[in-house]
């Protein structure tokens, strides 16, 4: 009896010490972002941007799971700002998720705000970036979640782990270029250049000295950090004469896969190990667009960086690599397709088994009226505005409150929770002929919104159509990761379909490239509770209206139900 009291005391003091080990190691990382224009010069001429302590990027996050991260925004520019933390799963902690109108109003100019919310049950890389107009062309930068004191990565420890951000560069105020689209209902000027690291690279004017360089050891393995930060372009990255091994998406491993090329959409994070393992010389890192839409002009340019091994015993021009053709959906299809979860990985939940909310969703372009006057005229196809729209509903936000505080206060009139779990006429969703099929292409503006339980589990076909034209669309999830289930091309038919969904070892992902002309199934559980926007991660749709959101229920107890907001919430 003595010895199994003895036990049973042994077992509680070390239980307490493992959970004292826990706290001890977690830490409160503390940032200040002092947000406000600048001056700087890209492809030979100066231009003002709006920076986060005056970097391009800006600052990297560095943090570890189970850390508590504290960032104070400091609004010095002309324009209102939040900051979103993007695939932050904001546990319980949904005011600081970030985006205007929807989890906060705005950090108006001369004003601060400051985000605190504790990093759990996550690790790789994430991102941070501006959530109102488009900043975040110039206000974005890396947030590295690293595993707790005690743990490792389940992959052999590299030798140095470094971000590569993949940008987007006008010779234009941003803002200016948006709300000149926005004024006239037709699409937005193209970028002028695509950036590694904020750098265009040798190709473009002025830009021999602005191009981003890595150097490497022979021999050393190398985590690349890889960000999609641009608003508008989904992009293939490659290296020449090296191969990559991907071991994480969106914060979330994977088993590893190699291949020479990733394909990554705006909001995707792609982590790859790169072995140094070459004739020691110079090589070039590129990215160039994967233009999927036919027809659409957009920037079709390479931005260059340099892989240069430090004992390379020539200094001669960098080797180039082969390039995809910017329509290469083959290649982006086999890459997306081919990432697999890593079931032994930390934290890894098995997909749901039981669907409590079935969601067929269509995506993509619409026209909706210009405006009032008998007269106007607009940008747009027939004289119309281009939309964008879910279901049919474009989505407008707010602009009295946040949805979330209505959500708290039940505050009506703010939106409705009417969003429709399938479009209102089903038709031949893919096909070219109904581009500008004047019964399907108008939609209207409305805030809303789906309303679920908590805890309910949701399974969200999406549908592409070819409503003015058909493209790849990033759609990504607030505050949760999703299982990729499976992806395809033409209409979903879920008597074929249904027969390719892995249970097995899909990949984890909080933004999803639903294929050009195609469908992607998700599934996630909704175990928290407030408002999740759903949207495009092209900054070009998310104003035209390709958004919803989720506002999940309160759980049934104190420790499930979302809690009041901070005093020092922005008001609108």
């Keep these: 009896m003595r010895h199994q009291v003895f036990l049973l005391f042994a077992c509680i003091i070390i239980a307490i010490l493992a959970s004292c080990s826990s706290l001890v190691s977690a830490e409160v990382v503390e940032h200040s972002f002092h947000v406000q224009n600048r001056t700087i010069t890209r492809l030979c001429r100066r231009q003002v941007i709006t920076a986060v302590n005056g970097s391009l990027p ?91 004191k005690g743990h490792s990565y389940p992959f052999p420890k590299p030798y140095r782990e470094v971000p590569i951000l993949l940008g987007e560069w006008w010779n234009a105020n941003v803002v200016d270029v948006e709300n000149a689209a926005l004024a006239t209902g037709s699409a937005p ?24 360089k890595l150097k490497v050891k022979h021999g050393k393995t190398y985590l690349l950090r890889i960000i999609n930060a641009a608003l508008n372009n989904q992009l293939f990255f490659k290296i020449a004469n090296h ?33 140094a393992d070459q004739l020691p010389a110079s090589y070039y890192m590129t990215a160039n667009p994967y233009a999927s839409a036919a027809g659409v002009p957009f920037d079709n340019t390479t931005t260059r960086g340099i892989v240069e091994y430090e004992d390379a015993l020539l200094r001669s021009t960098p080797i180039m690599p082969i390039l995809p053709a910017f329509n290469d959906t083959p290649t982006a299809h086999k890459f997306f397709t081919n990432i697999t979860g890593l079931v032994t990985g930390p934290f890894w939940n098995p997909p749901p088994q039981k669907v409590d909310e079935h969601m067929f969703i269509t995506i993509g372009l619409g026209l909706t009226a210009c405006g009032k006057s008998r007269n106007a005229t607009c940008g747009g196809p027939n004289g119309q505005r281009f939309s964008a729209s879910m279901n049919n509903a474009s989505f407008q936000f707010p602009d009295k409150i946040s949805m979330l505080e209505a959500f708290f206060y039940n505050v009506g009139g703010i939106y409705t929770t009417d969003f429709p779990d399938k479009p209102p006429l089903k038709f031949d969703y893919t096909n070219p002929n109904n581009s500008m099929n004047p019964a399907i292409i108008m939609t209207k503006k409305s805030t809303k919104v789906k309303k679920i ?73 909704a175990n928290n509770p407030g408002v999740w926007l759903m949207h495009c991660h092209l900054d070009v749709h998310l104003p035209w209206g390709l958004a919803t959101a989720f506002v999940v229920e309160n759980g049934p107890t104190l420790s499930t139900m979302l809690p009041p907001p901070p005093p020092d919430l922005p008001k609108c």
């Design 58 to 148: 800006g600052p990297t996050i560095r943090v570890k799971e189970g850390d508590t991260l504290v960032v104070h925004v400091y609004n010095l520019s002309p324009y209102n700002l939040t900051i979103h933390w993007h695939g932050v799963f904001q546990l319980l902690s949904g005011w600081a998720d970030g985006p205007e109108f929807a989890t906060q109003c705005p950090i108006r100019p001369g004003h601060s705000y400051t985000y605190k919310f504790k990093i759990t049950g996550q690790e790789g890389t994430l991102w941070w970036h501006a959530h109102v107009s488009w900043l975040r062309a110039t206000v974005h930068g890396a947030l590295i979640i690293r595993p707790k």
């Design 189 to 212: 000027n193209n970028s002028d250049a695509y950036t590694i690291n904020g750098w265009p690279g040798d190709l473009y004017p002025c830009s021999v000295n602005q191009t981003y």
């Design 243 to 275: 191969k990559m091994k991907v071991v994480a998406v969106d914060a979330a491993y994977t088993n590893p896969y190699v291949t020479d090329v990733v394909v990554t959409g705006p909001g995707q994070t792609t982590d790859v190990l790169l072995m």
């Design 453 to 525: 339980k908590f805890n309910s589990t949701v399974e969200i076909v999406f549908q592409n159509t070819a409503l003015i034209g058909i493209e790849n669309h990033p759609i990504h999830l607030h505050g949760f990761n999703f299982h990729v289930l499976a992806q395809g091309f033409g209409n979903y038919n879920p008597a074929v379909d249904r027969k390719k969904f892995n249970f097995v070892n899909p990949q984890e992902r909080n933004t999803i490239g639903v294929p050009v002309g195609g469908w992607s199934v998700i599934r996630f559980r």
